[in-house]
């Protein structure tokens, strides 16, 4: 089936501890993004790729990092995880104003 | 800047009452609206989208949405709630000029009792 495909499903990291989170669609789409869900605040976005070899900061970058290698892929990268980036961590890829999301990546940093 | 406010964090109604999810949001250009729904422990699913035209749009599951630009409003109506609506409900906006970024309200917690 077509659609965005995120890995892993849930992850427990200890503080300082790093991890790359996985996202690839098969929409051939253009742009995708990442989002953190915490609650009461929304979605917030955290990193956007317009096109394969682009990235852009959203509203809350620090402490990711990105890669978008090819127009299927683009992971999120956590260097130093600490507690505050305990949340839900949901995928996008966009086409046009339609954006299709994954499944959310439910990650803990004790 | 965009903004998106969802006033309503958590709304409680009866099966077969009316319901009505309020978004107000703030942009300086025509902007893109959009409702998203997210069940427990599921990701995103679009439910209507606002981009011209006709200022009532239709949407799935019977969920219908109306564009008042005097009011910056994008509120969410359902005629007859059915107990499966119970979910978490977002609304977004997309700028006309930057397709890249969709900013997104805090959510509305619907609880739909029986």
């Given at each position: 089936?077509?659609?965005?495909?995120?890995?892993?499903k849930f992850q427990?990291?200890?503080?300082?501890?790093?991890m790359t989170l996985q996202c690839a669609q098969d929409m051939n789409h253009n742009s995708m993004y990442w989002y953190r869900q915490d609650p009461g605040m929304g979605l917030r976005l955290i990193y956007y790729s317009a096109s394969e070899g682009t990235t852009d900061k959203g509203e809350v970058p620090n402490g990711y990092n990105v890669s978008r290698l090819n127009k299927r892929e683009f992971s999120l990268r956590l260097e130093s995880?600490?507690?505050?980036?305990?949340?839900?961590?949901?995928?996008?890829?966009?086409?046009?104003?339609?954006?299709?999301?994954?499944?959310?990546?439910r990650l803990t940093v004790v | 800047a965009q903004s998106v406010t969802q006033p309503d964090i958590h709304i409680t109604v009866s099966e077969g009452a009316s319901l009505e999810l309020r978004c107000n949001y703030s942009y300086g250009a025509t902007p893109y609206l959009f409702w998203y729904v997210q069940s427990p422990g599921q990701g995103l699913q679009l439910l209507l989208k606002y981009f011209s035209g006709d200022t009532l749009v239709q949407g799935i599951k019977g969920f219908e949405a109306e564009f008042k630009r005097s009011q910056s409003s994008f509120n969410l109506r359902?005629?007859?709630?059915?107990?499966?609506?119970?979910?978490?409900?977002?609304?977004?906006?997309?700028?006309?000029?930057?397709?890249?970024k969709l900013i997104f309200g805090t959510g509305t917690r619907l609880q739909v009792f029986p």
């Open positions: 089936n077509a659609g965005v495909t995120q890995t892993p427990v990291l200890k503080t300082g501890q790093s995880a600490a507690p505050s980036q305990t949340s839900v961590y949901f995928c996008a890829s966009r086409e046009r104003q339609r954006a299709f999301f994954g499944q959310g990546t | 359902k005629p007859s709630v059915h107990w499966s609506d119970a979910a978490e409900y977002f609304c977004a906006v997309g700028a006309s000029y930057n397709t890249d």
